[in-house]
Each structure stands twice: as structure tokens, then as C-alpha cells.
């Protein structure tokens, strides 16, 4: 198969397996989970966080700060993949600096890209639908899908020299961000969409919207 998209790409591109360009880290035996932060807590992403490539702060689910502390199973740092490997099978997010230092669950798994690989890059290809279509050919169960480390090991990926990476990863990032700023603007108008029915259905006089 790998042979077979080899021989349809540009000169100097690639194919190699996933496994190749980085590291699949599991997050272990799952830590206590607190619904509500104490001093200390450190967030945990879960499946539902992982929206349109990026992670969600909804800070619905902390890790003690107790257990936490000198641990780094599970633990993301700015560059790692998050991908999901259960449900919804192949949610992806790139993780920021502003994540450094929290915890996925076991639901999530994390990949480390080498230096051979560029992370905005390599999340743009595990996110496109090729990918996307592959992890979900190669999951199992039927009433709860999920894929495992050794499984999601084998993805092919299409492999540009770095200067490509770097072009194709900006270009995609820059998309993901007018999603972020369309996506706030819709919800804070649907906020003003709500205050503006509740005084007109209550008779008041509002402003005139711009």
C-alpha cells in the first residue's frame, strides 16, 4: 500500500509508517478524576475537548496536584498530538504551550513527533480524511469503537521534505484560526440573540442592533 501512494507523489516526498516519525504515548492507568479544581489541580483533556484541531479549555475534569507531581505518564507538552482512540475515533488537536503540563486520559493517545517531522504538519495530516478514514478501517468493537497504540502505529503518512511541512502547516493552522474567531463570534452572537428576545418578549425597548 505504501509502495503504491510512493510512486504518485512529487520527487523527495515520502511514505513511512507513523511509528517512524514519532513517539505513541498511552496515558496509563488512569489518575483519581476531580470534577471540581482544589489549589494544585492540573486539567485533564478528554475525548469531548478535542474540537476543530484544537484543545478546549472547559475545565470539567482536574487531576490532583498531589498525585500529579513527579508523574509524567499522560502528561502533554506544547507539540504533541492528541488523537482519540475510542467513540469517535480519530479527533485530532495539536497541543499549545497553554496545555503544557496537563493530562490526557486513557480514552486519548498522544503522539510525539521526531525532528523529523513538523507537529502543525503531522496534525493537518492525521486530521485530513485519508487519515481519518484509515484509523476508522482499523478500529475494532462494535457498540464502542477504539483503535490501539500497535494499530494506529502502522498509519502511512505522506511525508514532504520539511520546508513543505512547515508551508502546508502554516497554511492549514491559519485556516484552523478563522474557524477559533467564526466560531467566537457566533457564539457571542447567539448571546446577544438571546438578551436582545428576552427584552423585546418583555416589552422593554432595546438598542438597535448594528
Given at each position: 500500500?505504501?509502495?503504491?501512494?510512493?510512486?504518485?507523489?512529487?520527487?523527495?516526498?515520502?511514505?513511512?509508517?507513523?511509528?517512524?516519525?514519532?513517539?505513541?504515548?498511552?496515558?496509563?492507568?488512569?489518575?483519581?478524576?476531580?470534577?471540581?479544581?482544589e489549589p494544585?489541580?492540573?486539567?485533564?483533556?478528554?475525548?469531548?475537548?478535542?474540537?476543530?484541531?484544537?484543545?478546549?479549555?472547559?475545565s470539567a475534569a482536574?487531576?490532583?496536584?498531589?498525585?500529579?507531581?513527579?508523574?509524567?505518564?499522560?502528561?502533554?507538552?506544547?507539540?504533541?498530538?492528541?488523537?482519540?482512540?475510542?467513540?469517535?475515533?480519530?479527533?485530532?488537536?495539536?497541543?499549545?504551550?497553554?496545555?503544557?503540563?496537563?493530562?490526557?486520559?486513557?480514552?486519548?493517545?498522544?503522539?510525539?513527533?521526531?525532528?523529523?517531522?513538523?507537529?502543525?504538519?503531522?496534525?493537518?495530516?492525521?486530521?485530513?480524511?485519508?487519515?481519518?478514514?484509515?484509523?476508522?478501517?482499523?478500529?475494532?468493537?462494535?457498540?464502542?469503537?477504539?483503535?490501539?497504540?500497535?494499530?494506529?502505529?502502522?498509519?502511512?503518512?505522506?511525508?514532504?521534505?520539511?520546508?513543505?511541512?512547515?508551508?502546508?502547516?502554516?497554511?492549514?493552522?491559519?485556516?484552523?484560526?478563522?474557524?477559533?474567531?467564526?466560531?467566537?463570534?457566533?457564539?457571542?452572537?447567539?448571546?446577544?440573540?438571546?438578551?436582545?428576545?428576552?427584552?423585546?418578549?418583555?416589552?422593554?425597548?432595546?438598542?438597535?442592533?448594528?
Open positions: 500500500m505504501i509502495a503504491d501512494v510512493q510512486e504518485e507523489l512529487p520527487e523527495g516526498w515520502r511514505v513511512v509508517p507513523l511509528s517512524h516519525l514519532c513517539e505513541l504515548r498511552s496515558a496509563g492507568t488512569p489518575p483519581a478524576v476531580l470534577q471540581e479544581a494544585g489541580a492540573v486539567p485533564l483533556v478528554r475525548p469531548g475537548d478535542l474540537r476543530e484541531h484544537r484543545i478546549v479549555h472547559s482536574f487531576v490532583s496536584g498531589l498525585r500529579a507531581e513527579g508523574q509524567d505518564r499522560g502528561r502533554v507538552r506544547a507539540g504533541d498530538i492528541l488523537v482519540t482512540r475510542t467513540g469517535t475515533v480519530g479527533r485530532v488537536a495539536l497541543v499549545t504551550e497553554a496545555e503544557t503540563g496537563w493530562f490526557h486520559n486513557t480514552h486519548t493517545l498522544c503522539v510525539r513527533p521526531s525532528d523529523e517531522v513538523e507537529a502543525p504538519y503531522l496534525a493537518g495530516f492525521l486530521a485530513g480524511p485519508g487519515a481519518m478514514a484509515w484509523m476508522n478501517s482499523h478500529a475494532a468493537g462494535s457498540a464502542i469503537r477504539s483503535i490501539t497504540v500497535g494499530a494506529l502505529a502502522g498509519l502511512p503518512v505522506v511525508l514532504p521534505p520539511l520546508a513543505e511541512q512547515r508551508r502546508i502547516g502554516a497554511v492549514l493552522g491559519a485556516l484552523d484560526e478563522k474557524i477559533r474567531v467564526h466560531e467566537e463570534i457566533a457564539h457571542t452572537t447567539a448571546l446577544l440573540r438571546d438578551s436582545l428576545a428576552g427584552l423585546l418578549m418583555s416589552g422593554k425597548q432595546p438598542a438597535d442592533p448594528e
